[in-house]
């Protein structure tokens, strides 16, 4: 059964929804279609690996998956798909998310999970928009015309910067 949706947005605990809503954000900037769910490496791990197992033949084609804590969850659906998957560490009460950034990046031989920034739901979801625009160049052209205005953004604060010096800058 094939659909639309290309990225999966998972999370281990709805608790999450607060982060990763800027994963769904920038898909629906970029007219992606995406499904969100919360699935739990250690208390639903047999969903899982169904969820991964499934990814690829429902249609989609990159997975995001969020976790704080231990955040196994990158790492056991990578385990079960072929797609890419992408991490995102979720601060946490303790170690501000160190925990969760180190499990992902540290995937044994064979297992890659890309990861983003503690938090970095955002670019995780431009990560993701990246890798679909390898074989869509509508989508590739979104996204340069996307750096091209954050590049403009970026000079106008520095022209303005410029003319009126820090302190009136900051007043506003």
């Given at each position: 059964m094939k659909t639309s949706i290309k990225v999966g947005i998972i999370m281990g605990s709805d608790s999450d929804l607060e982060v990763m809503k800027e994963s769904a954000v920038i898909l629906e900037e970029f007219g992606i279609d995406y499904e969100m769910t919360v699935i739990s490496a250690h208390r639903s791990p047999i969903l899982a690996h169904k969820y991964a197992q499934n990814a690829s033949p429902r249609g989609l084609k990159v997975i995001i998956a969020a976790?704080?804590?231990a955040a196994h969850l990158a790492g056991v659906l990578a385990s079960f798909t072929t797609l890419p998957v992408i991490g995102v560490p979720i601060k946490a009460k303790t170690l501000d998310g160190l925990d969760s950034l180190l499990s992902m990046v540290q995937m044994p031989p064979g297992i890659p999970v890309a990861t983003v920034g503690?938090?970095?739901a955002?670019?995780?979801g431009l990560l993701a928009?990246?890798?679909l625009s390898i074989s869509?160049?509508?989508?590739e052209k979104k996204l340069?015309?996307?750096k091209q205005k954050m590049a403009e953004e970026v000079k106008?604060?520095?022209?303005k910067l410029l003319k009126i010096g820090f302190k009136k800058y900051l007043e506003k």
């Open positions: 976790a704080g804590g503690i938090n970095g955002k670019n995780a928009i990246e890798i869509d160049k509508n989508l340069i015309t996307y106008k604060k520095g022209e």
